[in-house]
């Protein structure tokens, strides 16, 4: 019998090419989850896709070998130029895009596809080069692909498969006028594949959906259950003096293998990197400041248990899989209720189960109702959670002060909502 959290179609079942199935049974993958149960037969015949799946649930995957298909069972138009791009995947982040990149040549270990992953602070020759070569799929995010395609590094004329993942972060992070002007530049969407996967369907992701597919088909898992099931979420109540010495009373009672703590500010996460080093703990913080080598570095160790502490901004929330996180720690209650979800999701990926602890303290306290009111019930309290606080607690040095960066001298101010 699977495991519950896949469905009961076969891989094996689908009309996939036999370099696919080849590499599926390398993997050992031969049951779809749900979202790629729902998604692969419909792209597999011909249909745009716009699918909703909660975070960890194999959303790679289905749009991967659907791109793959289309490209191993289409060959290329007679007089296209071999060297450009035929695919076209766009993430919001360079973890993601990275992410993706590592799956497709997993996937696609037996088709002989080209393939490539771009994204800025890194690499920037390499990258370019790379392209230059001669590739099938192009895999990145907005800012570097654009600089290339503006270059004439690639053209875009011969696109024949479109894929935008993660859609709502894309437009948490501007990109949405980057990727319509990238569309612009490809075939019309009647001439393509297009495939739009997103942990929330909004009104404005369908939007760019119906304004840039083709009639595409709705796919939804689970779309009412907001948070993974299998999470253990909890809330305590601490002042921000409490919040410190809670935390590493709570790692020393939890002992989890693979710990993500979640910190509004970068500097912030410092200081939480600085107090648990203190007090006995390996933590390292990953922000959106870290150079994207040591970034990836930062994950692999996080990944290969190496590193059991993981210090983040939201930079890490979304679209990273990071299995066997046992615990994920909101050291401040994220400003928007979307990225509760996104961060808590984590943990209790393809089927395993996690826990989630909330702090919630006087500066974050305003985000608790928006949180709860987004997923449909209150969370929790921990009983007895005062009780973790350590007592024999090292409070780090102070961070060095850092000059003001504008006008009003820089003094501290209470924190603002985002904007909607």
């Known amino acids: 019998m699977q495991p519950d959290h896949l469905s009961p179609t076969r891989f094996a079942d689908l009309p996939l090419h036999p370099s696919l199935q080849a590499s599926l049974q390398q993997l050992g993958y031969t049951h779809c989850t749900p979202i790629q149960a729902q998604a692969l037969p419909k792209a597999l015949a011909g249909e745009d896709l716009a699918g909703q799946a909660q975070t960890g649930t194999g959303k790679s995957a289905a749009f991967l070998l659907a791109t793959m298909n289309h490209l191993l069972t289409h060959p290329r138009a007679e007089g296209d130029d071999p060297n450009q791009p035929r695919a076209f995947i766009l993430a919001p982040t360079r973890e993601l895009a990275v992410q993706i990149y590592n799956d497709a040549l997993g996937l696609g270990s037996q088709t002989g ?79 393509r594949k297009n495939y ?48 410190l010495p809670f935390l590493v009373g709570l790692l020393r009672n939890r002992n989890a293998f693979r710990t993500l703590v979640f910190v509004n500010t970068k500097r912030g996460a410092e200081l939480v990197e600085s107090a648990l080093k203190v ?60 990225d509760y979800v996104h961060r808590i999701g984590r943990t209790a990926r393809a089927g395993a189960s996690g826990d989630a602890v909330s702090l919630c303290c006087e500066t974050w306290v305003y985000s608790l109702p928006e949180i709860e009111k987004y997923i449909g019930n209150r969370l929790p309290l921990m009983a007895d959670g005062h009780a973790l606080i350590a007592t024999d607690f090292v ?6 002060r850092r000059q003001p960066s504008g006008p009003g001298g820089g003094r501290g101010r209470r924190p603002q909502r985002r904007p909607r």
């Open 279 to 338: 007090n006995g703990f390996d933590a390292r913080v990953l922000s959106g400041d870290v150079s994207q080598g040591t970034r990836l570095r930062l994950l692999e160790d996080f990944k290969q248990g190496k590193l059991p502490v993981l210090v983040a901004t939201d930079v890490a929330a979304r679209g990273l899989h990071i299995p066997g996180v046992d615990l994920v720690v909101n050291f401040d209650l994220p400003q928007d209720a979307e």
């Open 113 to 191: 596809l080209r393939m490539t992953v771009c994204y800025g602070g890194a690499g920037y020759e390499q990258q370019r080069q790379s392209i230059e070569a001669g590739i099938d799929i192009l895999i990145g995010t907005p800012g570097r692909l654009i600089d290339y395609f503006k270059q004439g590094t690639y053209h875009l004329k011969q696109i024949e498969v479109l894929v935008l993942d993660e859609a709502d972060r894309m437009f948490d992070l501007g990109f949405i006028a980057d990727i319509r002007y990238l569309i612009r530049k490809m075939p019309p969407a009647n001439q």
């Open 196 to 243: 739009l996967f997103s942990a929330t369907l909004s009104h404005r992701v369908l939007e760019l959906a119906y304004e840039h597919m083709n009639n595409p088909q709705k796919i939804e898992i689970e779309p009412d259950q907001v948070t993974a099931e299998r999470v253990r979420q909890e809330l305590v109540h601490v002042a921000n003096d409490e919040k």
């Open 395 to 400: 409070a780090p040095k102070p961070l060095p």
